[in-house]
């Protein structure tokens, strides 16, 4: 959902071969911008001409072994739906009519194209988000850190001819924070909050200023690229982490940063990173990640920002504040850009708002069981006003948490539409070498509402318009803080 001075960009085949990404990886990268265009220069070859000419069938691009791999790959992915799909009735698609028909194309494919595209159609038959098939070189380019053009990261100076891109020598990998944050609004990246004392600040950042380049990487060409190939409501969480991933590094390392000042005036200058305030927990195979909250005060109305659900430690300190301050006439809950995380600790964060038992905030459908979202109390409930603020960079968790305080009547959100990318899914690889994507459950909100692909709307919407931020007015907070004032 674009706000209406933004209209949507045409879709192109090439799109369909990208993964929807769990709303909690990390591996987005100004490398998807590369991969992207690579392969968009390869998706046709111009107008034909008017003359009629004969074709000749290409001659195999592949050997024997390659077609095996083909079809070891297309039965990993025919009797994985078959065996784990969340729903038995695999949505109403023929499975057993679809192997007949289509695993024959793919031991008659001459090229690799012509085999994924079986397996493409066989996962199109379902009809459903978050099943996919990703080519070879983009699982791989996804896969590994990345300098800014795409090509893999190498040491380099900082420097360079003015506006020409550089090699990075920051750790693509590495959990340093800019100390800001941004919005995508159509192909920019619009600074929404700088940190209080960070060297963003010191620098003179301030909202409203629009990230233009990065060691001179252009960053509002790189969105306007990797948008051209985004299907659905992810397109701002994905665009979004994109961006900030061009400022991956260690904590002291720092970037030549480009900024579009009020009247467009062009700044540049160099941020060292800082460490985050937290470091998420060990959970499973999560890599580790910066975790960021904020629980403070404005005025008699109480602000806890939350950045992503991966560290525990967050509800305690939100209980202890909400001890310290029982004068507190509301409170904002601002999960704009997070992308999501632990499912389960949205329980029991709602359960200081909400003081009857019994009460959940959705289910998620599994093959063999249901696993319902119950609301965990707590001995420190907030009985005011509660408004949160969602964006298109809300996914996963912070869906189920807005849909099901949404639902409940016991919060009204502010924003735009969330990301609706709701459902928990798998990455793995293929025989062949690609990559095979595949939800593991659905997921339906108390209200009965389905997130997946629709998000969750906001009661009022309020889109982050740079003229405001440029004022140091954040539109959607500025709201729910006048909301809570008439309350």
Request: charged content about 20%; some cysteine; proline content about 8%.
């Amino acid at each position: 959902m674009l706000p209406p001075s933004v209209s949507p960009r045409p879709r192109t085949s090439v799109g369909r071969a990208l993964p929807r990404l769990l709303p909690c990886d990390l591996l987005l990268g100004s490398v998807l911008v590369g991969v992207l265009a690579s392969l968009a220069g390869c998706a046709g070859t111009g107008p034909r001409g008017e003359a009629a000419v004969a074709e000749v069938p290409p001659a195999p691009s592949i050997t024997p072994d390659r077609v095996e791999a083909h079809l070891a790959s297309f039965d990993q992915i025919w009797e994985t739906i078959r065996d784990v799909h969340y729903d038995p009735e695999l949505n109403g698609a023929p499975w057993d009519e679809l192997r007949e028909t289509l695993r024959p194309r793919v031991a008659a494919a001459r090229t690799d194209g012509e085999a994924r595209s079986a397996m493409e159609e066989l996962l199109a038959s379902l009809g459903q988000s978050h099943f996919g098939v990703i080519p070879g070189e983009v699982y791989d380019e996804l896969d590994r850190p990345s300098g800014p053009d795409g090509s893999p990261a190498e040491s380099g100076s900082a420097g360079g001819e003015s506006g020409a891109p550089v090699a990075s020598s920051r750790n693509p990998g590495g959990i340093g924070q800019p100390g800001f944050d941004v919005v995508v609004v159509g192909d920019q990246a619009i600074v929404r909050r700088v940190v209080t004392g960070s060297p963003a600040e010191r620098a003179g950042v301030a909202m409203g200023w629009v990230l233009s380049a990065v060691d001179g990487h252009d960053v509002s060409k790189g969105i306007a690229a990797l948008r051209e190939h985004l299907d659905g409501g992810e397109a701002e969480l994905v665009l979004r982490r994109m961006a900030l991933a061009n400022l991956a590094g260690d904590p002291g390392e720092t970037a030549r940063v480009t900024f579009l000042a009020e009247g467009d005036a062009s700044r540049e200058v160099t941020i060292e990173l800082i460490p985050p305030k937290h470091i998420s927990e060990p959970f499973g195979n999560m890599p580790r990640t910066a975790v960021d909250w904020e629980i403070t005060r404005i005025g008699d109305i109480g602000l806890f920002r939350l950045g992503i659900f991966l560290h525990f430690s967050v509800r305690l300190e939100l209980e202890a504040f909400l001890d310290e301050n029982p004068d507190l006439r509301g409170l904002v809950i601002d999960l704009r850009g997070n992308p999501g995380g632990i499912g389960f600790m949205a329980n029991g964060i709602c359960g200081h708002l909400v003081d009857e038992s019994n009460l959940r905030l959705g289910t998620m459908l599994m093959r063999d069981q249901s696993m319902h979202f119950n609301i965990s109390p707590q001995a420190t409930v907030f009985g005011g006003p509660v408004a949160l603020l969602i964006d298109g960079g809300s996914a996963s968790t912070s869906e189920i948490m807005a849909a099901g305080l949404q639902d409940l009547g016991r919060a009204r959100l502010f924003g735009s539409n969330t990301a609706g990318a709701a459902l928990p899914s798998v990455f793995v690889r293929l025989p062949n070498g690609d990559g095979f994507q595949f939800a593991v459950a659905n997921y339906v909100s108390t209200g009965g509402s389905v997130l997946e692909g629709s998000g969750v709307a906001p009661d009022e919407v309020v889109w982050p318009e740079r003229s405001r931020l440029l004022e140091g007015v954040d539109p959607p907070l500025a709201a729910a803080l006048e909301w809570i004032r008439q309350q």
